[in-house]
Every structure is written in C-alpha cells, then in structure tokens.
C-alpha cells in the first residue's frame, strides 16, 4: 500500500528555513520521480519542485528558485524540501506526490506558514 507522510511544517518568520520531509512506504522512491505542491487559501494547488528518479535532475518554480532545494536519501526512502529564505507568501499546506502509471498519491500535507 503506498503511503506518503510529510513532515516538518509549522510557524517561521519571514527570512526563516524549515525543512520539510516525505516519508514514503509500499514503493521504492528511487524508480519514481518525487514532486512537492503546495496550496495556499483560496488558490489552486502548485507545482513547487521534483527531482527525478534516473540522476536526480531537479527543477523548481520559479517563485522558489534560489530558495528551495528538493533532495531524495534513497537508503531512508524519504524526500526532502530545504526552505530557506521564507516569505509570507510562502505560506500553504506542502504535499508530496507521486505519480505512478496512471495514479497520483498524495501525502495528508503539512502546514507551513510564515509570518512575523
């Protein structure tokens, strides 16, 4: 059963980092490429960050470019999001996805929120 967990949300200020986590169960992450959204209130869901299965390339949105790094332990089978130089618009509940075949999984999401 795939099961995805994500972690390391809560209150920071603007200029903070947090680092987020995806604890993934029921597959390997490493033959899967590993995505992070986010979906601040009152906005549709968005792409943040994924890195790949083969060579783990990245890439970002453009709003996190510089920021945000996205990373993968394979021995942990867990997926990161480094968060450094937070901004309010920053705030929104993160999720972890997958897609395999035709099904995306998706985490319960974690809340991130940035303020003073």
């Known amino acids: 059963q795939v099961q995805l967990v994500e972690s390391g949300g809560g209150l920071v200020q603007p200029g903070g980092s947090l680092r987020l986590s995806c604890a993934a169960s029921?597959?390997?992450?490493?033959?899967?490429?590993m995505t992070w959204y986010r979906q601040a209130p009152g906005k549709e869901r968005e792409l943040v960050a994924i890195?790949?299965?083969?060579?783990?390339?990245?890439d970002y949105a453009d709003s996190v470019k510089g920021r945000f790094t996205i990373s993968r332990d394979n021995a942990k089978n867990t997926v990161y999001l480094q968060m450094n130089s937070l901004k309010p618009e920053d705030t929104a509940v993160y999720y972890c996805?997958?897609?395999?075949?035709?099904?995306?999984?998706w985490g319960q999401g974690t809340q991130v929120t940035v303020s003073s």
């Open positions: 996805n997958v897609q395999r075949g035709l099904r995306g999984y």
């Open positions: 029921g597959f390997t992450i490493r033959n899967y490429a």
């Open positions: 890195i790949s299965s083969i060579g783990g390339s990245t």
